[in-house]
């Protein structure tokens, strides 16, 4: 079975950095991606970025492209999220999923891990 477990969320002030993970597990072939998504209290869950792991190939939501960074260890089986310049609209819950298309629309995806915290203070 597939499974991923999302990891390193925390509280951090505004301007700070925090990287996410996302371990996967449970796959049957190498070509495949991982997004990031975050769902804000209140707000529906939005796609913050996506990496096929095969390739290495990105997207990035607009609002975070400029701050955030995606990669992927393939040894490790886990996808980072760097998050620099943290702002109090960065807190969320923080999400990982799989799908088998380059996406960043959430129905795109089958399986998701459980969320990780991000709390900013200003």
């Known amino acids: 079975d597939v499974q991923l477990q999302a990891s390193g969320g925390g509280s951090v002030q505004a301007g700070g950095s925090l990287r996410l993970s996302c371990a996967y597990s449970?796959?049957?072939?190498?070509?495949?991606?991982i997004g990031w998504f975050r769902q804000a209290p209140g707000k529906e869950r939005e796609g913050v970025s996506c990496i096929d792991v095969g390739d290495g190939r990105t997207i990035y939501a607009n609002s975070v492209k400029d701050r955030f960074t995606i990669s992927a260890d393939n040894a490790k089986k886990t996808v980072y999220l760097q998050i620099r310049s943290l702002k109090p609209e960065d807190a969320a819950v923080y999400y990982c999923?799989?799908?088998?298309?380059?996406?960043?629309?959430?129905?795109?995806?089958?399986?998701w891990g459980q969320g990780t915290l991000v709390t900013v203070s200003s």
């Open positions: 449970g796959f049957s072939f190498d070509d495949h991606t």
């Open positions: 999923a799989t799908s088998n298309m380059m996406s960043m629309f959430e129905h795109e995806y089958r399986e």
